[in-house]
């Protein structure tokens, strides 16, 4: 251990980067965000935008209040929403439109800097000062303001309103009228926001309860009086909203009603199992809401209700979850490799869609489509949130790293921008973000330019630079594996099996048995598939199968008609003119350096770096790719790794010096290889 503490296990953490910079960049950031989000509604065509507000417009365009809020069903708030709104019937369609973007995005902003402010004390100046943009960021990005931008919804009004009466210090400590009077409001807007009266109760906020019931039952009482029409078909023959809107079994409603219903129950067993269910989340996350408030946590409280509250409402529809989103002030795990998750997983359900967070198969289909649901429950009764008294809560258990080394040559500049941790990552957090950038790269290579003519144009090219330089061998190697039925075989397997198999079982590999070289190798991997995709984009590339008149034969998926290929479920979801660079070879090149590296014996690194000489045999004998293609891959692979040398220096940790970071076959603590391969210390 002298090594390590001569390393820096005591020595003065790094200088942090200049807040001042990165909090510029940050509102930069929101404030390009917030007009992007403003401008995206205002471009939509009329008949796409605020179509809850439909049944509003007349002739002409004008607003009008005629008939029954609830004709048509498409109107899901309450009649106190709707008596707000009926000052607005006197105005244009296009003027409302406006001033309905600007002001839902000036509440987004206020709600995000009010939550900013009510993280619990005490809050380092850094965090203070960067909170408050991210807050707006995550808040302008979340699906369910960008719903509520477009649908023309007053579900953001609720939610700044509970954390206006509650989160503050002043009106939480204060007398509780007007805490009171602002969940009231916010209730007569959400009925569901009534179980903020039991939290306020629980915390010994009793006269603040009594105020928000009184406010409650005043603004519907007063709707009853002017409009008794639509508050009788609310709350009466739609039970508090209840069937409004689109169908609760469909998988816009994220609530444990819609759950049930769409699991096939029907009838007295589903409502019987509904109100026993939403009996039991709502003591469990009221109890626990009330226990972090007490701890001083009044946002997390908030949250917690507010996850509650989303999950045992009849309804619960995309632009009424924003209080998920506010979940993210929980913390979660006492390292520090560990508190992202659950903020990752939020941000994750609150700004994707079912079809990124999850593949499309049957097994995982179903997370994927009640995500909000899951988190809202996950918030409400089951993650383990530190109180502010636990041990870890504000200095978590760093990360150890390795100290900055020499480089191994003189003349290339290292920036270090970040230190090589030593242990294995969360494996959830990974998981989240494997998943995220597979998606990304699947998204981005389907939208890069696939037009035919200009990728044919680039076909000709590569093979006029390869009959230069002599390297037009894909011809003749093609038929010649065409012409043996089993190597065609073989190849075609091979083609579509190993190119995901063998990196993922590398990458778990590494991640269980040699966690020091997993980061270093993941990253490698992730930046050499960054720089394809801007390949991809910048030369679209029809590969030899798909070049008409050329005599090659696609052994994979038979003869095509190469002016409307089929190539199965292929043809919508990749991009069969990205062909440049060829990440089979890159990928497979990237797992021979790296059985190169661990492999203990040489016979298995000679064998780990035959396979992509291997790759590099099937990929052209079956016309997927032309030599330069490989030639490609291998560029980047390589500029995947020197990047990442240049940005983190050379990584020669001692793992053995590290518990949980060495693996059978790493080198042994207080071994000469060890002793002398740098030292130790803790990321600050």
């Not at 990253?523 to 008409?548: Q, V």
């Amino acid at each position: 251990m002298a090594n390590a503490q001569r390393g820096g296990l005591g020595s003065p953490p790094r200088q942090e980067p200049k807040t001042g910079l990165t909090l510029g960049i940050l509102w930069l950031l929101a404030g390009l965000l917030a007009a992007r989000q403003a401008a995206a509604v205002l471009r939509l065509p009329p008949e796409r935008r605020f179509t809850d507000l439909g049944h509003w417009i007349g002739a002409g365009g004008v607003l009008h209040v005629r008939g029954s809020l609830y004709d048509t069903d498409g109107f899901t708030g309450t009649p106190f929403a709707g008596l707000v709104l009926k000052p607005l019937t006197k105005a244009a369609e296009h003027s409302l439109g406006i001033v309905w973007t600007f002001g839902t995005l000036l509440l987004a902003v206020a709600l995000a800097l009010v939550a900013a402010r009510s993280l619990p004390a005490p809050v380092p100046r850094r965090t203070a000062l960067l909170a408050a943009p991210v807050a707006v960021i995550l808040t302008v990005l979340s699906l369910p303001v960008r719903n509520a931008f477009t649908l023309g919804q007053t579900s953001i009004i609720p939610v700044l309103l509970v954390l206006l009466g509650n989160c503050p210090p002043r009106l939480a400590r204060g007398s509780g009228r007007a805490s009171g009077l602002l969940t009231g409001l916010a209730a007569a807007l959400q009925p569901a926001v009534l179980l903020f009266a039991v939290l306020q109760w629980l915390t010994g906020r009793r006269r603040a309860a009594a105020a928000t019931g009184s406010t409650f039952a005043a603004c519907s009482a007063l709707t009853w009086l002017v409009m008794p029409g639509d508050s009788w078909t609310y709350w009466v023959h739609h039970i508090a909203g209840a069937g409004l809107g689109h169908a609760p079994d469909g998988l816009a409603n994220q609530s444990l009603h819609g759950l049930l219903l769409r699991t096939g129950l029907h009838g007295p067993a589903e409502l019987t199992l509904y109100g026993l269910l939403a009996a039991a989340v709502t003591v469990l996350g009221l109890r626990r809401a009330a226990r972090y408030a007490r701890g001083g946590q009044t946002l997390l409280a908030t949250a917690v209700a507010g996850c509650t509250a989303v999950a045992v409402s009849p309804t619960a529809w995309q632009h009424q979850q924003l209080w998920i989103l506010l979940a993210v002030a929980g913390r979660v795990g006492k390292r520090r490799a560990d508190r992202l998750v659950w903020p990752v997983l939020v941000v994750l359900v609150m700004t994707l869609t079912s079809t990124v967070l999850m593949p499309d198969n049957p097994v995982l289909r179903p997370l994927g489509d009640n995500a909000p649901l899951l988190a809202a429950l996950l918030a409400a009764c089951v993650v383990p949130f530190l109180p502010r008294t636990a041990e870890g809560w504000e200095r978590p258990e760093p990360t150890p790293v390795a100290e900055p080394q020499a480089g191994r040559f003189s003349w290339v500049p290292l920036f270090r921008f970040w230190r090589r941790p030593l242990t294995r990552p969360n494996v959830l957090l990974e998981l989240m973000l494997i998943r995220v950038g597979y998606w990304f790269y699947s998204f981005i290579r389907a939208q890069a330019p696939d037009e035919r003519s200009l990728a044919e144009a680039h076909g000709r090219q590569i093979l006029g630079a390869e009959r230069f330089l002599h390297l037009d061998a894909e011809h003749a190697f093609n038929h010649f594996v065409a012409g043996i039925g089993w190597l065609t075989g073989s190849m075609n397997y091979y083609y579509g099996t190993f190119h995901f198999l063998v990196p993922v079982s590398l990458l778990v590999y590494l991640y269980v048995r040699r966690p020091g070289l997993y980061r270093w190798a993941r990253t490698a991997l992730s930046l050499a598939t960054l720089i394809a995709l801007a390949g991809f984009w910048a030369y679209p590339l029809a590969p030899p199968r798909l070049m008409p008149g050329l005599g090659f034969i696609d052994t994979v998926n038979g003869p095509q008609d190469l002016a409307n290929p089929d190539f199965g479920a292929l043809t919508e979801l990749s991009n069969q003119y990205a062909a440049m660079p060829s990440l089979h070879i890159g990928w497979s090149l990237w797992c021979g350096f790296v059985i190169a590296v661990v492999a203990p014996r040489r016979w298995l690194k000679c064998l780990g770096m035959l396979y992509p000489l291997l790759t590099f045999s099937v990929i052209v004998g079956t016309a997927n790719h032309y030599v330069l293609d490989a030639v490609g891959g291998a560029l980047v692979v390589l500029a995947g790794f020197a990047i990442q040398y240049v940005l983190s220096g050379p990584g020669r940790p001692a793992f053995g010096k590290v518990p949980a970071a060495r693996g059978e076959s790493d080198p042994l603590a207080g071994s000469d290889q060890a002793a002398g391969s740098g030292s130790l210390t803790r990321s600050p």
